[in-house]
C-alpha cells in the first residue's frame, strides 16, 4: 500500500483531472440546484466518443434531443441512445420488460457491444435512485463496472466507465454514502462567484484517496476548459483546519489574576530565607 | 467450547484415557503415561492443530488474527469458534488489510480459508495477501530435523558450553504445535503464488452465485444472506470441521472472512435508508452464523461499513451479536488529520468489545488509547502517548508568556510543546 498524497501544483492538476477521465468504473458527478452538471456530463461523454469508445447513454430527465444539441454529428454517430424519458414505464411495447430494469437492459446491451472501451453516461443516476431500491442499483452498477472484463471468455478487456449524474439535494445521506463507497471517483460541482469549480476525490483501490478542487469551465462547444488551481476566494478547506488541543477543555487551564497573585505570594515551606 | 470438543474427539489417538477395570490389578490406581506411539504432545491429550493454541488464562482455543500486536489486545488471539467484527474506516484502506492479514496467517499455518466478497472476486482478494517474513526461526517450522543442522552451524558461530550443544536450539513447548503462533507480514511484497496454490480456499463471489431470480420473502433473510449461509454450512459439514466426518486424520481450523457485510452489494438495505424493511435481515445472519461457528473448528472475520448504516440501534445489536469487535477510525479527510497529537499515526484502533468465554472476567488491556500506522512494510498499533511537555516556561517567571497566542507548530521544539506554553499551575 504506498500512499499517494493529493496531487498539487501545476502538472499534477491535469494529471488528476486526466487521471479522473482515465478511471474504469463508478465515477459519480454530484451537482446542485445553483451548480449544474449535465454540462459537465455531456463534455466527459463527447471527450470519450472522440477518444474512440463506444458510449451508451441511459436518458431519463431529458428528452434526446435535447441532450443530443451542442454535440457535432461526429460525437453523435457514435452515441447509442436508451431513451427513458420518451416512455419510462414502457407503456408503448407490448412486449415484457427487460429482466432487472433499465440497468439491466443496459448491461444486456453492454454484454453485446463489441471489444473496446465502453462508456456508459446516466443521466441521471437520481432519477433511477428515486424510482428503483437503492441496494439493487448498487449492485447493478458494480456488475456494469464489471462484466465487461469477461466477456465470455475473450480476453479481459478494460472495464465499463460508469459516469452516473447525481443531484445532490435529492438524495439523504444514506443512499449518498452508499454510491461513494463504490464510486472509483466523485466530482462534486460547487463554484464562487461565477466561477464553476470541480472537487474531485479519488478513491483508488488499496491507496489513500487524493483529492483536488479545480476550476473550469464548459465551452459552447462542450469542450472542458481546464482553469486549474483552486477558486480564486479559496473558501476555507474543510479538511485542514489547525487544530488547537487546548479548547474545548473541562478544566481550567489558566489562573486568573487574583489566583496568579495569591500563587506567587505564597510562601513555600522549608524554604529559609531572611524572613524566617 | 472448542477446547472440550478437541478433548473429547481425541479419544482413538492419545492412549491416556484409562479403564479403571478392564486389567486385573491390585489397585485401583492406574499410571497415566503416555501410551500413543508417534505422537509429540505426550504431555497433554489435546490433539494440537497448527497454528493454535491454547489460552494462557483459560484454555481456550487460540487462532492468531494474523497481526501479534492485535492479538495482544484481543487476549492472546481471536478464539475458535468465535467471530471477530471490524469496523471499517471510512476508505477502506486498512480494514480490508486486516482481512488480508488474517487469510495470509491462514494461508502460511496451512488452514482452510472461505472468503466471501460481494464486490471484489476472492481469487483477486488472495492475489493481494502480503508476503510472509519468515526468518531462520520460521523456516525451521515447516523443516521436521532441525537439531543436527544447527548444532553444527552453531560450531562456527558462536561457543556454546559442550553440554548446551546437544539441546535443540528451538524450544518447544509442550501441547503447543510447533509452528509459530502469529507471523509478520510485509505489505509490500505479495505472497508467493505456490504458497497460495498449496492452500485450500473456497470462494464465495455473491454476485456470480446470485443468478437466479430470488424469491425473496418478507421478514425473512435477505437473499445474499441466505446464500452465504448455505455455503458456509455445506462447506463445514462436508469439510468435516464440526467433527461430522470422524474419518478425518488431520484437524484443521475453518477461517471464514466475510468483506463488506451489510452493503448494499449484499442486497441489504441498512446502508441506504433508516427505517428499511429488512432492519433484522443482518442481525438474524449474525445469529445464525454465531450458532455455525460454535458447532464447528473455524473463527470467522466480518468486515462491516459501520459508518454507512443509517440506523445506529443495528449497529448496537451487531455489537452485541458478535464476539469480538475491533473498531477503525482512519485520519484521513477528518480534522484529525493535522491533529499535531496524531502526526505520527494514520488512525486510531478502538477494541470495542471482548468476549467472556468460558469466563467471569473479561481479559482486556489497561491501554484505552491505541493508534496504528502503515509503514511501508509494517502495520503497527501503538499506546497513543502525548509528547513530552519540552515547554520550559511553565515556571512562575514567565508570566508573559501567558499573553501570547498558542503556538502549535512551534520550529524546532515538539508537536505539542509550543501550544502548552501559556500552562500554569
Not at chain 1, 474545548?248 to 515551606?269: G, I, Q, V, Y
Not at chain 2, 469480538?324 to 482512519?330: D, Q
Not at chain 2, 509503514?375 to 511537555?389: A, V
Request: overall charge neutral; charged content about 20%.
Amino acid at each position: 500500500v504506498t500512499p499517494s498524497e493529493g496531487a498539487s501544483g501545476g502538472p499534477g492538476r491535469e494529471w488528476e483531472m486526466e487521471s479522473v477521465l482515465a478511471l474504469r468504473g463508478l465515477v459519480l458527478l454530484r451537482d446542485s440546484v445553483e451548480w449544474e452538471g449535465r454540462s459537465l456530463l455531456k463534455a466527459l461523454v463527447k471527450k470519450a466518443a472522440l477518444g474512440g469508445e463506444q458510449v451508451h447513454v441511459l436518458g431519463c430527465e431529458v428528452s434526446e434531443e435535447e441532450f443530443r444539441e451542442g454535440f457535432d454529428s461526429r460525437v453523435n454517430s457514435r452515441l447509442v441512445y436508451h431513451d427513458l424519458f420518451r416512455d419510462p414505464l414502457n407503456w408503448s411495447q407490448t412486449g415484457e420488460a427487460p429482466p432487472g430494469g433499465p440497468l439491466g437492459a443496459l448491461q444486456v446491451t453492454c454484454k453485446r457491444a463489441g471489444p473496446g472501451p465502453v462508456t456508459v453516461a446516466l443521466d441521471s443516476l437520481s432519477w433511477l435512485l428515486l424510482r428503483l431500491p437503492c441496494a439493487a442499483i448498487c449492485q447493478a452498477l458494480c456488475a456494469l463496472g464489471r462484466q465487461h472484463a469477461r466477456p465470455g471468455g475473450g480476453p479481459a478487456g478494460e472495464p465499463v466507465r460508469v459516469l452516473g449524474l447525481l443531484h445532490g439535494e435529492l438524495h439523504g445521506p444514506g443512499p449518498r454514502g452508499a454510491l461513494s463507497s463504490l464510486a472509483q471517483a466523485e466530482v462534486t460541482l460547487s463554484g464562487t462567484g461565477g466561477q464553476a469549480s470541480a472537487h474531485i476525490l479519488c478513491r483508488r483501490p488499496r491507496q489513500r484517496p487524493s483529492h483536488e478542487t479545480l476550476c473550469f469551465s464548459i465551452l459552447p462547444d462542450l469542450s472542458l476548459d481546464l482553469q486549474g488551481g483552486p477558486p480564486l476566494e479559496p473558501h476555507p478547506d474543510p479538511h485542514r483546519p489547525p487544530v488547537d488541543p487546548t479548547t474545548h477543555l473541562t478544566f481550567n487551564l489558566h489562573l486568573s489574576k487574583r489566583e496568579r497573585e495569591a500563587k506567587d505570594s505564597l510562601t513555600l515551606p522549608f524554604q529559609f530565607s531572611s524572613e524566617k | 467450547m472448542a477446547a472440550v470438543a478437541t478433548c473429547g474427539t481425541g479419544v482413538g489417538k492419545t492412549g491416556s484415557m484409562v479403564m479403571a477395570g478392564s486389567k486385573n490389578n491390585v489397585t485401583g490406581f492406574q499410571r497415566r503415561g503416555p501410551r500413543a506411539s508417534g505422537s509429540d504432545s505426550s504431555y497433554s491429550r489435546l490433539v494440537s492443530i497448527a497454528g493454535t493454541r491454547p489460552s494462557v488464562r483459560n484454555g481456550q482455543l487460540l487462532v492468531s488474527t494474523g497481526l501479534p500486536a492485535l492479538d495482544q489486545l484481543l487476549g492472546g488471539g481471536l478464539a475458535v469458534g468465535t467471530v471477530l467484527l471490524i469496523e471499517e474506516d471510512k476508505y477502506n484502506i486498512y480494514s480490508s488489510l486486516l482481512f488480508k492479514y488474517f487469510l495470509a496467517e491462514g494461508i502460511v499455518n496451512g488452514h482452510t480459508l472461505l472468503v466471501a466478497s460481494a464486490k471484489e472476486d476472492p481469487a483477486d482478494i488472495l492475489q493481494e495477501l502480503p508476503a510472509p517474513l519468515l526468518d531462520d526461526n520460521g523456516k525451521k517450522d515447516f523443516d521436521e530435523d532441525v537439531c543436527n543442522h544447527k548444532t553444527s552451524e552453531s560450531n562456527i558461530k558462536m561457543k556454546i558450553a559442550w553440554r548446551y550443544q546437544l539441546l535443540p536450539k528451538m524450544e518447544q513447548a509442550g501441547p503447543v504445535s510447533s509452528s509459530r503462533f502469529g507471523h509478520y507480514y510485509d505489505v509490500s511484497k505479495k505472497m508467493p503464488q505456490e504458497l497460495i496454490e498449496a492452500s485450500k480456499v473456497h470462494g464465495f463471489f455473491f454476485p456470480e452465485k446470485s443468478s437466479s431470480t430470488p424469491n425473496i420473502e418478507p421478514c425473512s433473510l435477505t437473499h445474499g444472506y441466505i446464500k452465504l449461509l448455505q455455503f458456509i454450512q455445506n462447506i463445514i459439514y462436508e469439510e468435516g470441521f464440526d467433527g461430522s466426518n470422524p474419518q478425518k486424520k488431520q484437524k484443521n481450523i475453518l477461517r471464514i472472512g466475510i468483506q463488506n457485510l451489510g452493503s448494499p452489494l449484499w442486497g441489504d438495505d441498512i446502508c441506504c435508508t433508516e427505517n428499511c424493511d429488512n432492519s433484522h435481515s443482518l442481525t438474524k445472519f449474525l445469529y445464525v452464523l454465531r450458532g455455525l461457528l460454535r458447532t464447528s473448528l473455524s473463527a470467522c472475520v466480518i468486515t462491516m461499513p459501520t459508518h454507512l448504516i443509517q440506523n445506529k440501534a443495528i449497529i448496537a445489536r451487531v455489537t452485541n451479536l458478535s464476539d469480538t469487535v475491533v473498531g477503525l477510525e482512519s485520519f484521513i479527510g477528518s480534522e484529525r488529520e493535522t491533529n499535531p497529537l496524531y502526526k505520527d499515526y494514520h488512525g486510531l484502533i478502538h477494541i470495542r468489545q471482548i468476549p467472556r468465554l468460558n469466563n467471569l472476567i473479561y481479559d482486556v488491556s489497561d491501554v484505552k488509547d491505541l493508534a496504528f500506522k502503515l509503514k511501508r512494510k509494517l502495520f503497527t498499533i501503538e499506546r497513543l502517548h502525548l509528547p513530552p511537555d519540552l515547554s520550559d516556561t511553565v515556571s512562575r517567571s514567565s508570566k508573559q508568556d501567558l499573553a501570547e497566542p498558542s503556538k502549535l507548530l512551534g520550529p524546532g521544539c515538539g508537536a505539542m510543546a509550543g501550544g502548552k506554553k501559556h500552562l500554569d499551575f
